[in-house]
């Protein structure tokens, strides 16, 4: 049986379900970008998406007519 978790909560301090993580995958690929990656390069990344983010137009939720 599969245990379902919500891993925000649950996993602030770290995996509470080991090998049997559903996002194991995930955590596999982070650890290795925290490995493979300068802070340096990791911050400007940031900083680049944070640019983009404010150029972008608004977007606009229109409620559906009924």
């Given at each position: 049986m599969?245990?379902?978790i919500n891993c925000a909560e649950?996993?602030?301090n770290g995996?509470?379900?080991g090998d049997?993580?559903?996002n194991i995958e995930f955590r596999e690929a982070a650890a290795q970008f925290i490995e493979e990656t300068s802070?340096?390069?990791m911050l400007a990344l940031a900083e680049e998406r944070l640019r983009r983010k404010?150029?972008?137009p608004p977007k606009w939720v229109l409620p559906d007519e009924e």
């Open positions: 599969e245990q379902k649950a996993c602030v995996c509470v379900l049997k993580c559903p802070l340096d390069q404010f150029m972008e």
